[in-house]
């Protein structure tokens, strides 16, 4: 089992940064690859990044691409997503998970862990 619990998500305006932190308990957190969603009101859940089991690899949706950068330091079992040059596009709960697969995954149902959300609200 592992638990995730997201933090750092708040307002912000146009152009602004943010950083999420995905804290995870459990001793195999260096098992995992690691993604992170988003979901906007009224919309799916969409892929926004993932990065592999350690930090080798990573995948981005091309919305993000050259914006956002997901890493992870498995001594603290946490993955992170720096989030730059922001958008009101990019207003949405942002999700962290886990999936058993070790190497970057973009499919939702390929993830078998969830965090509860952290909300991101980019004003224009």
């Known amino acids: 089992q592992v638990q995730l619990v997201e933090s750092g998500g708040g307002l912000v305006q146009t152009g602004g940064s943010l950083r999420l932190s995905c804290a995870a308990s459990?001793?195999?957190?260096?098992?995992?690859?690691m993604g992170w969603f988003r979901q906007a009101p009224g919309k799916e859940r969409e892929f926004v990044a993932t990065?592999?089991?350690?930090?080798?690899?990573?995948d981005y949706t091309d919305s993000v691409k050259g914006r956002f950068t997901i890493s992870r330091d498995n001594a603290k079992n946490t993955v992170y997503l720096q989030m730059n040059s922001l958008k009101p596009e990019d207003t949405a709960v942002y999700y962290c998970?886990?999936?058993?697969?070790?190497?970057?995954?973009?499919?939702?149902?390929?993830?078998?862990?969830w965090g509860q959300g952290t909300q991101v609200t980019v004003s224009s």
């Open positions: 998970a886990a999936s058993y697969s070790r190497i970057e995954v973009v499919e939702r149902e390929q993830y078998d862990y």
């Open positions: 459990g001793r195999t957190f260096s098992s995992y690859s």
């Open positions: 990065i592999n089991w350690t930090g080798g690899s990573t």
